[in-house]
């Protein structure tokens, strides 16, 4: 072959077009360098994707879900429709729902005796509560409404509105944490009632919607599903369902002659780490201990 060499003093233009196509072709080679890591192959392409694939696959799978074992068995008022339930110092605090009859009681834990009641307005339906420092929050079902009492007189101190219904509510120890019946969780100040964020609720690659009566337990948001026999253990930073609590035939069959609804009602005694579940005009409230996995 033929080798020509091309100069300027010959064919100025045609070396110019040499010389400039040369330092694009160097400066691309360049480029890549620095885009490219020196160490990457296909096989630690391969690594990514499959890194990516698994992470994936992790989050699509359904949550664990465990079994309990009823530690102590109370007295519940059967006429209760329970919404709400919260405990502190030594008292069950529970919020009960139905046009006409709602309340906010509070409750000695062993006996199941009403100490103390307030009766909500007829055309109020009441629904979660929660305690936030000496006060008790109350959501309304479907009047965009909630209440907050003095906890020790119940004197109505403040109403609040928000845009959504109603349903849950628990206190975190920084933000209110509020359900509406969908698969978000809304996080609002406690002062102001601003929402401040809010979470979908997944379990996998599942939307889990119907989000009821809600507990804040150790880190983790314990929600009721309304008309399952589960409690939903959430994460509060991803909303990731993290277990179930199967509930299943916690109500003995000897109790189930008369009406009864469906489960509801969660309250955690964080000094003693002791869980209290109920349900609408159950006539028991339980204490119950999370056990070992059980079957799906």
């Avoid at 879900?65 to 209760?80: N, Q, S």
Wanted: glycine content about 8%; some cysteine.
């Amino acid at each position: 072959m033929t080798h020509v060499r091309i100069t300027a003093s010959i064919f100025p233009a045609a070396a110019l077009r040499f010389r400039t196509t040369a330092w694009a072709y160097l400066l691309t080679i360049l480029v890549a360098s620095f885009m490219v890591p020196s160490c990457a192959s296909p096989r630690d392409i391969g690594n990514s994707a499959q890194t990516i694939k698994s992470a994936d696959a992790k989050a699509s799978l359904a949550a664990p879900v465990y079994g309990y074992r009823i530690l102590h068995a109370y007295p519940h008022d059967p006429k209760a429709f329970t919404q709400g339930l919260a405990y502190q110092d030594g008292f069950l605090y529970e919020g009960t729902g139905e046009y006409g009859s709602s309340s906010l009681r509070r409750v000695e834990l062993k006996t199941g005796k009403i100490l103390q009641t307030h009766s909500l307005p007829p055309d109020y339906f009441g629904e979660g509560i929660t305690i936030y420092q000496d006060k008790i929050i109350q959501l309304t079902w479907q009047s965009n409404v909630g209440f907050v009492y003095d906890k020790t007189s119940f004197k109505l101190l403040r109403t609040f509105i928000y845009p959504t219904e109603g349903w849950g509510i628990t206190y975190d120890g920084s933000r209110l944490i509020m359900s509406d019946g969908t698969s978000v969780l809304h996080f609002l100040d406690p002062e102001t009632f601003q929402e401040t964020g809010s979470v979908q609720v997944r379990d996998g690659n599942s939307i889990i919607n119907r989000l009821n009566e809600l507990e804040y337990v150790r880190g983790e948001i314990y929600a009721n599903v309304w008309q399952s026999d589960r409690i939903a253990r959430i994460s509060p930073l991803t909303g990731r369902v993290v277990g179930w609590i199967d509930l299943r035939e916690l109500l003995p069959t000897k109790w189930l002659s008369r009406p009864i609804d469906v489960l509801n009602g969660i309250a955690y005694d964080s000094k003693n780490r002791r869980l209290f579940v109920t349900g609408k005009l159950w006539p028991k409230l339980f204490e119950i201990e999370v056990t070992s996995r059980s079957r799906r």
